[in-house]
Each structure stands twice: as C-alpha cells, then as structure tokens.
C-alpha cells in the first residue's frame, strides 16, 4: 500500500534543481511527481520515480543527501469536494497530513494525490475503513 | 591627565626597583600556596629566590590556558575562599569557562587601575559616564563600574543591549563619556540616526573603547560618526579584567601598560624565546600585586609590540600597540571569546550531527554575527521542512546556552564546505577591521 519517496536536499541557490533534473534525466531515471518545499535557505526536493534505487545511487553519486520516505498514494475523485471528503475523514480520525502534492498523471477517471502522514499505518487503515482507494506502490511507479 | 601622579610618571629605575620587589614577593607567595606553581617550579628547578633580577623572571615556565583550564574551578587561587569577595569567568576553549578570583584588597587595585584608565581617557570627577560593557561574569561591566566610582564620577550602568532605550537615556541625561565595544559604539551611532537624534550633538567627550579587536581606520570612523575622542583599552580576565593598559588621550598612540602592577613581555610566541623591545610577538602577563589570582608568564595569545620610548603625556610607563591579532584561533564575536573547538564540541555532543561544519564571521550593520553552517547528511536529513528548522533551532539553542552568543545555524548541501588538504577549513572571518 505504501509508495516510496526519495527526497534531496538542497540549499538555495541557482542551478540545483535543474542539476537534479538534469542528473536524473541522463541516467533514464522518469520523475512520475514531485514537490518542493523551500525555506529561505534550503529547499527539500520529494520525488516519485520510476526506478527508485537507480534515482538514489545516481544523486548520491553527485553529492547530493538523499533521503527515503514512505508516503501513499490516494486515488481522489476528479469533481468538486472530492479532496476535501477525503480530508474530512482524516481530520475525523485525528490524523495529520505532513504534507501532500498532487499527481500529473491519472489513474482512470480519479486524480491521484501523495500524502506524507505521521503514522501511515493508521493512516491507510482510516482511509480503506472509509472507501478511499490507496494505490499500490508498482501501480505508481508505472501510471 | 594623570590619575595616580606619582605611580604613573615613575622614574624608570625606581619603577623596576618597585617591580622587583613585588614580583619576589608574589612568586614566594605562589609557591607556597599555589600547587600548581609549586610543581612547575620545582620541575624546572626553580626556587623563588633564585629570581634576583627582574631578567631572571624569563627563567620561569609559562602559564597557560591550560593550565587554568586543568585546575578548574578555583585551582589556581592563592588564598582560601573566605578571602575571596568576588568570582569572574571568560569563556575557555571547550565547554568550560576560565574562573578568575579578587580578594578585597584586589578589587580595590583593580577599581584604582580603571580609574587611571578612565582618567587616561579623559574622564574626571565632574563626569557623566555611560557603561555599555556587559555586566555579570564579564569582567568589562563591573570594572568600568568600580573604576568610575572610584574616580568620583557619576556612573549610568547601563550594560548592553535594548540600543533604542539607551540613545533616549544618552539623550536625556547627557553622559560625557561613553564606555563600550567599539563595534557597539558604532551600532548606537546609528540607532540614533534612525530615531532622529544626531549623535555628534550629544554631551560626549571621549569613549573608552575594548574588548574586541579594532583598527585605526575604526577609530576614524567612531570619531566621525560619534563626535568624540576614541581611546583603546587592553585588557583579560586572567590578568585581571579592563584596566591592564589605556591609550592616553593626549597621545592616543600605544596603551601604557600599568607596570607598577604587570610585567609585560613580548616573546616568540614558536620558540617562547624573550624578544626586544619593538619587536612583534604574544604578549605575556606576570601580575605582582594580586592576592588571589596571581597569574606567573601567562601566555595571552594576543600579538603586539612593546615601546618604551617615552610618551608625551607624562607617563614613564611602557606601551604596547594595540593588539593586531592571536597564535590562535579564538575569534571575539561582540566581546565575547569563541573558540572554534567550542562550537565543535556542541556539534558533537549532538550524536546527529555531521562533523564538517565551518563558522563564517561578518560584521553587519557594525555588529558581528556569526553564521555556523553544517552539513546536511542522511543521519540528520529529513523530508520535511519542521524537521530541519527543529535541527537548526536545537543548534542555534545549544550554542547559545554553551556560549552565551546567538548564532545564524545554516544547514548546507555536503561537499559545501571547502576541504584544503583533506581538513576543512573551519574559520573564514570576513571583517575588515
């Protein structure tokens, strides 16, 4: 149920984004999404790819701090409501999004969306309780 | 202006004959009550009688740091506890400060030495004096107090800090003489012109000005923006606190040291060999009339240079330029000692740290600030931003308890830190002094 997630860090300032991409990009390595956070001195790169083993050998051969999270992938209906039905139940449950971005690609009809929580576990066990579809890893990688 | 007259314009032999007998009297003192003399003494087989000359002083073994740090707390004091009336600290090169003790008769030497001083920077009896050095375990505060009490001059003991409430103070009670770092004069400067207040139209005569390292072009500067006469002050807790030597305002050319209470020497700070006047090298402190702090050859770590051709302001005392740096790493961040290694032992007391981390030193809007950057490695790095600003906060914390100082915690990318021959370069001090 779970999905990995590699993350980078990065201080700010030019040309450590594109470095990342470019890096990644040479290796064959396809970003499936991705998210920054930035503060005003460094930034954290978090990204789904198609090869996560290969994105992190490549990266921390350039230097770069990876790091691996676990977070999941939640199929949300594509209407109105549909993102905040799903963060209803979660707010019910007491659960706390870490953080959360959005998917390019679709899975069918549904927008897929990654949430990072605290404890997963109870996490994925709310939202299958509830009717919430929670995509499997190999399915991510590869949409 | 003269303070003590008769000690300060000593004809040079009656001078060394006056230092000779205290300096035997303080090395018989430490002998036999300080064990930590006692064992360097005998080691080096040396009596206190042997010293017969005051040439036979370079006979002795140093002191060091060190040394005070391994007899830590109050090892090195020379009286028991109950002749002790006050305890002062500077920071020491790991977690641990230096502790210096004064006995009554002590705090009465060092109150007069600052009233010389305060007097050698143009402050008399009639004077309003504004005290911005810190007051607590820094000797600065307190020893401008004492100083000015004892001159007779009214004291406004400010400390430092709350920089807006102290311009509508300067204003409103027009203090004549102005006593902190100078990097703070300067700060004050312009936190009065950004309230409106032109600094050059208050009461001020002349600012005595130490406890960081400054330059001549800082003093230009000071006297400028400031409109008041800038004079330099030596000093170290070890030795005794402010009030080891002063600039004369006459002259402001060299700080005469106050030899009728120290003997100064200049030596190669490699070799540890005596070096002639004129010549640059560490300055080393013998004190001769302290009761519970006596420190014998203490190695200061400050670079400067000795003068003994005589001053036009009437005293026979020799002076020393002002310091132009340090045998070691220690940096002075708004007046108060930092030792890289000091940092370091914080970062690693905290097991999630990496070890490469290098400390950068600005003076911005003439105040120093120090940036400490660490680099982020797996064992720290986290995918949220609350997680790292936490790290960088703890640091930040754990500085500031250590050390006393604020700090900017900067968290960068490996490798960020420039290696030179496979060590990291831990220091780039960015102030142009």
């Given at each position: 149920?779970?999905?990995?997630?590699?993350?980078?860090?990065?201080?700010?300032?030019?040309?450590?984004?594109?470095?990342?991409?470019?890096?990644?990009?040479?290796?064959?390595?396809?970003?499936?999404?991705?998210?920054?956070?930035?503060?005003?001195?460094?930034?954290?790169?978090?990204?789904?790819?198609?090869?996560?083993?290969?994105?992190?050998?490549?990266?921390?051969?350039?230097?770069?701090?990876?790091?691996?999270?676990?977070?999941?992938?939640?199929?949300?209906?594509?209407?109105?409501?549909?993102l905040?039905?799903?963060?209803?139940?979660?707010?019910?449950?007491?659960?706390?999004?870490e953080?959360?971005?959005?998917?390019?690609?679709?899975?069918?009809?549904?927008?897929?969306?990654?949430?990072?929580?605290?404890?997963?576990?109870?996490?994925?066990?709310?939202?299958?309780?509830?009717?919430?579809?929670?995509?499997?890893?190999?399915?991510?990688?590869?949409? | 202006?003269?303070?003590?007259?008769?000690?300060?314009?000593?004809?040079?032999?009656?001078?060394?004959?006056?230092?000779?007998?205290?300096?035997?009297?303080?090395?018989?003192?430490?002998?036999?009550?300080?064990?930590?003399?006692?064992?360097?003494?005998?080691?080096?087989?040396?009596?206190?009688?042997?010293?017969?000359?005051?040439?036979?002083?370079?006979?002795?073994?140093?002191?060091?740091?060190?040394?005070?740090?391994d007899?830590?707390?109050?090892?090195?004091?020379?009286v028991?506890?109950?002749?002790?009336?006050?305890?002062?600290?500077?920071?020491?090169?790991?977690?641990?400060?230096?502790?210096?003790?004064?006995?009554a008769?002590d705090?009465?030497?060092?109150?007069?030495?600052?009233?010389?001083?305060?007097?050698?920077?143009?402050?008399?009896?009639?004077?309003?004096?504004?005290?911005?050095?810190?007051?607590?375990l820094?000797?600065?505060?307190?020893?401008?107090?004492?100083?000015?009490?004892?001159?007779?001059?009214?004291?406004?003991?400010i400390?430092?800090?709350?920089t807006?409430?102290?311009?509508?103070?300067?204003?409103?009670?027009?203090?004549?003489?102005?006593?902190?770092?100078?990097?703070?004069?300067l700060?004050?400067?312009?936190v009065?012109?950004?309230?409106?207040?032109?600094?050059?139209s208050?009461?001020?005569?002349?600012?005595?000005?130490?406890?960081?390292?400054?330059?001549?072009?800082?003093?230009?500067?000071?006297?400028?923006?400031?409109?008041?006469?800038?004079?330099?002050?030596?000093?170290?807790?070890?030795?005794?606190?402010?009030?080891?030597?002063v600039?004369?305002?006459?002259?402001?050319?060299?700080?005469?040291?106050?030899?009728?209470?120290?003997?100064?020497?200049?030596?190669?700070?490699?070799?540890?060999?005596?070096?002639?006047?004129?010549?640059?090298?560490?300055?080393?402190?013998?004190?001769?009339?302290?009761?519970?702090?006596?420190?014998?050859?203490?190695?200061?770590?400050?670079?400067?240079?000795?003068?003994?051709?005589?001053?036009?302001?009437?005293?026979?005392?020799?002076?020393?330029?002002?310091?132009?740096?340090r045998?070691?790493?220690?940096?002075?961040?708004?007046?108060?000692?930092?030792?890289?290694?000091?940092?370091?032992?914080?970062?690693?007391?905290?097991?999630?740290?990496?070890?490469?981390?290098?400390?950068?030193?600005?003076r911005?809007?003439?105040?120093?600030?120090?940036?400490?950057?660490?680099?982020?490695?797996?064992?720290?790095?986290?995918?949220?931003?609350?997680?790292?600003?936490?790290?960088?906060?703890k640091?930040?914390?754990?500085?500031?308890?250590?050390?006393?100082?604020?700090?900017?915690?900067?968290?960068?990318?490996?490798?960020?830190?420039?290696?030179?021959?496979?060590?990291?370069?831990?220091?780039?001090?960015?102030?142009?002094?």
């Open positions: 149920m779970k999905v990995e997630q590699i993350s980078v860090f990065l201080e700010n300032k030019a040309g450590r984004l594109a470095e990342v991409t470019r890096l990644l990009g040479d290796g064959g390595v396809n970003i499936r999404a991705l998210s920054l956070a930035d503060t005003s001195d460094f930034g954290i790169l978090r990204l789904i790819v198609n090869d996560n083993e290969k994105a992190k050998k490549i990266l921390k051969e350039n230097g770069f701090t990876v790091g691996k999270t676990n977070v999941v992938a939640i199929e949300v209906e594509d209407r109105p409501g549909g905040a039905r799903i963060l209803d139940i979660l707010y019910r449950a007491g659960i706390n999004v953080y959360m971005y959005a998917f390019v690609q679709q899975s069918g009809e549904n927008a897929v969306i990654i949430f990072r929580f605290d404890n997963l576990d109870e996490a994925i066990r709310v939202l299958q309780e509830n009717g919430v579809t929670v995509i499997n890893g190999s399915k991510v990688y590869t949409l | 202006m003269i303070y003590n007259e008769e000690f300060e314009t000593l004809p040079r032999e009656a001078l060394e004959a006056i230092q000779l007998r205290r300096l035997k009297n303080t090395l018989e003192r430490v002998y036999h009550t300080v064990p930590f003399y006692k064992k360097q003494f005998d080691e080096h087989g040396i009596k206190p009688d042997d010293v017969k000359s005051l040439e036979d002083l370079q006979k002795l073994p140093f002191t060091t740091k060190q040394d005070l740090r007899n830590y707390p109050f090892g090195m004091f020379a028991p506890m109950d002749s002790v009336v006050r305890i002062h600290a500077s920071s020491g090169t790991t977690g641990k400060p230096t502790v210096v003790g004064y006995t008769r705090i009465k030497t060092w109150s007069e030495l600052m009233a010389r001083t305060l007097m050698a920077g143009g402050a008399t009896k009639g004077d309003i004096i504004h005290n911005a050095y810190g007051y607590g820094f000797t600065g505060g307190l020893g401008f107090h004492y100083g000015a009490e004892t001159l007779g001059a009214s004291v406004i003991p400390s430092g800090g709350n807006k409430r102290q311009v509508m103070i300067m204003k409103d009670f027009g203090p004549t003489i102005l006593t902190c770092t100078p990097s703070y004069a700060l004050l400067a312009e009065a012109e950004e309230m409106g207040i032109d600094f050059r208050l009461k001020f005569k002349s600012g005595i000005f130490g406890a960081e390292p400054w330059s001549e072009q800082m003093r230009q500067e000071i006297e400028r923006k400031l409109n008041l006469d800038a004079v330099d002050i030596y000093g170290l807790s070890e030795v005794m606190g402010p009030g080891v030597a600039e004369c305002i006459e002259a402001k050319n060299g700080l005469h040291i106050f030899e009728d209470h120290f003997i100064a020497e200049i030596i190669d700070p490699e070799t540890g060999e005596p070096l002639p006047y004129g010549v640059k090298g560490e300055l080393v402190f013998t004190t001769i009339t302290k009761e519970a702090f006596p420190v014998i050859r203490y190695r200061t770590r400050d670079i400067s240079v000795l003068y003994r051709e005589p001053c036009k302001c009437g005293r026979t005392l020799i002076r020393m330029e002002r310091v132009s740096g045998t070691d790493d220690m940096l002075i961040i708004r007046g108060v000692n930092v030792f890289p290694s000091q940092i370091e032992s914080v970062l690693m007391e905290m097991e999630e740290v990496s070890p490469h981390y290098q400390l950068i030193v600005d911005v809007e003439h105040m120093d600030q120090l940036t400490v950057m660490v680099e982020v490695n797996e064992k720290i790095f986290s995918d949220t931003v609350k997680n790292l600003q936490q790290l960088e906060n640091i930040r914390k754990n500085i500031k308890d250590m050390l006393g100082i604020s700090t900017i915690v900067k968290l960068v990318e490996p490798k960020t830190i420039e290696r030179t021959e496979g060590k990291a370069k831990r220091v780039i001090d960015n102030r142009k002094l």
